[in-house]
């Protein structure tokens, strides 16, 4: 699921002691990024200009030394098709990469995690490309069976053509599972969106949640 569909295609892929790599065909997305083109009623429309494009993934992951320190990494090409502006029916298509690369190091009973991410999106109607990036830091740590806490940090940058609209997000947590099925979970997080020439936009929340597993 790279995009939060269920996308439909068919994957290859060997492992090798700590090391693995796989290759993925998918059908890719409906018009707009509506859902998966999965076939039958979800299905691309007849003559938009990906109606027979197929995207492609590779996934590489490598664990490293006798701590299972792990680096994973991914890039996807694909391709979909837009609206043509807001008072258009045409559609235009949009040939994208993402990529990104994550980084696992246990330390002790804590973990470090990291990960890095870019892609561009071109629009082939005007050959106007758009990059993106991201990133994130996270820190977790276990202090004993019943409490662990961890804090993060996330930024995203969704265009660089355009200036001032970096979100970007800290966050601390605990984790509180008593072992007899009942979890306690709370999370403060401050989150900023810059918005061009306009002020900031700026929340804090705090959020509780409780599970019970039977």
Do not use: C
């Not at 991914?74 to 994208?96: C, E």
């Not at 977790?140 to 355009?162: E, V």
Request: charge should be negative.
């Amino acid at each position: 699921r790279p995009w939060g569909f269920d996308e439909t295609g068919i994957e290859a892929g060997v492992s090798h002691q700590n090391s693995s790599i796989s290759f993925t065909v998918f059908n890719g997305l409906m018009d707009n990024a509506e859902d998966p083109a999965q076939g039958g009623a979800l299905s691309k429309s007849a003559g938009s200009p990906t109606e027979n494009s197929v995207d492609f993934q590779v996934f590489a992951n490598q664990f490293i030394g006798t701590i299972n320190a792990a680096v994973s990494a991914y890039y996807y090409n694909g391709r979909i098709s837009l609206d043509n502006g807001p008072s258009s029916v045409d559609l235009m298509q949009n040939d994208f990469q993402r990529y990104a690369v994550y980084v696992t190091v246990p330390l002790n009973k804590a973990q470090l995690m990291g990960a890095y991410s870019g892609g561009s999106d071109t629009y082939t109607a005007t050959d106007v490309s758009i990059k993106n990036s991201g990133m994130f830091i996270e820190l977790d740590n276990y202090f004993s069976p019943k409490f662990g806490s961890g804090i993060r940090y996330d930024l995203f940058d969704p265009s660089d053509i355009t200036d001032n609209d970096v979100s970007s997000a800290f966050s601390v947590f605990a984790n509180a599972p008593l072992n007899n099925g009942v979890q306690f979970i709370v999370e403060y997080k401050y989150t900023k969106t810059e918005k061009g020439s306009n002020p900031d936009m700026t929340q804090n929340s705090i959020n509780l949640r409780s599970i019970y597993i039977f």
